[in-house]
């Protein structure tokens, strides 16, 4: 039988995987465990509210009230996605994402807001700081642009920071990116990434687990990280201080069998002591999108190569000549700002060196 809200039909199995979704004992991934478990043992008559609630809630008046609750929610979502072009994925269907299946805690339902085949294309989740330094948002930009120019879909988490540079990364290189959002796919957080969103939305996916219209509360970011590491063959972390929230995605992509790599950086302000735990640990160390590549066994257009002539502003350091960034950034043309940045990253590189006064020298 089918469901229609507002015109669109949506099966009796995918209303049901949302009403069971809205249960959400708890905030946490207890119902999407459960759910799991039940359509495993019975993959030809997937769990439905009934099912999921008495398995989660032992008394019966408490069941109903949460029964009756999540079904009202579940067509008003429905509805709600209707509107905006939203569609709902439900665990067990042809358009659910593959690799989501095999964890122990899948979401019951994942929102998707723009093209949801993308969610079936290798992809590499870089992730990192929200306070990221010039050097670390030039680097993920970087890293974005060529791993999408060698056909990887970038995934991360539209946060400040590293994640929004990923994500603009792939889009500037004519790439595909993924967001997966901490709030509904509807709703835009932070809101400074209104624009961004809308490109994701043109050339990629805004997903959640959230039905639409979810607010953004901070007990949603920590669980979605599980899927930006499972939807991901590997997680790079690209810049974190040690008690970084992106190491939690880089514990649960462990947890998932994914790679986890990280770039290494100065030690002097602490930024990158997250990722020189992780490399300690047996992370793979990257400074190219060669390392990711080569990590996840994939041929590539090698881009080390093409990056070993002197060009940008390197191309206007002389060797030994130490050079303010005001200065650089007259010769070459550019913004304070965007060749402070574009220095953090030859920094990180190798080709060039603080010295004292806030000058920059090129090494070679």
């Known amino acids: 039988m089918a ?7 949506y099966d009796r199995d995918v209303e049901s995987a949302v009403a069971a979704s809205l249960l959400r004992w708890g905030g946490d991934t207890r119902a999407a465990r459960a759910y799991r478990a039940l359509w495993m043992s019975a993959p030809a008559s997937p769990p439905g509210l009934r099912q999921l609630s008495l398995a989660l809630e032992p008394q019966p008046d408490r069941r109903a009230v949460a029964e009756r609750a999540a079904a009202a929610l579940a067509t008003q979502a429905l509805a709600r996605a209707t509107a905006a072009g939203i569609t709902p994925m439900a665990f067990g269907d042809a358009a659910y994402p593959a690799r989501l299946v095999p964890l122990v805690d ?3 339902v ?3 807001l723009g093209d949801p085949a993308v969610l079936a294309a290798p992809a590499v989740a870089l992730v990192g700081s929200r306070r990221a330094t010039p050097g670390g948002l030039a680097m993920a930009r970087r890293l974005a642009g060529d791993l999408a120019k060698n ?3 970038i995934i991360s988490g539209l946060a400040r920071g590293i994640d929004a540079a990923a994500h603009e990364g792939a889009l500037d290189a004519g790439g595909l990116t993924v967001a997966v959002l901490g709030c509904g796919v ?3 957080y932070p809101r400074q990434h209104e624009a961004l969103v809308r490109r994701i939305g043109q050339a990629g996916c805004l997903v959640s687990e959230l039905p639409p219209g979810t607010p953004p509360l901070p007990r949603h970011f920590p669980l979605r990280n599980r899927i930006i590491s499972g939807l991901s063959l590997a997680v790079v972390v690209v810049e974190a ?3 970084s929230g992106s190491l939690i995605t880089a514990r649960m992509a462990l947890e998932q069998g994914r790679d986890v790599l990280a770039v290494p950086g100065p030690v002097v302000s602490g930024c990158h002591r997250g990722c020189h735990a992780l490399i300690k640990d047996g992370a793979g160390l990257v400074e190219h999108a060669d390392d990711v590549l080569a990590a996840l066994g994939r041929p590539g257009t090698p881009v080390t190569a093409a990056r070993d002539g002197r060009s940008g502003l390197a191309a206007h350091m002389p060797p030994g ?3 303010s960034v005001d200065v650089l950034a007259e010769r070459a043309g550019l913004a304070s700002h965007a060749a402070l940045a574009e220095l ?4 990180l590189d190798g080709t060039v060196a603080r010295t004292t006064g806030g000058l920059f020298v090129r090494l070679d």
């Open 3 to 9: 469901i229609i809200s507002h015109g669109r039909q």
């Open 106 to 108: 899948p979401p019951i």
């Open 110 to 112: 994942l929102w998707g």
């Open 151 to 153: 056909g990887l879909v």
């Open 186 to 188: 509807d709703v835009v």
């Open 241 to 243: 201080a040690e008690r």
């Open 321 to 323: 000549e130490p050079l």
């Open 344 to 347: 953090g990253l030859l920094e």
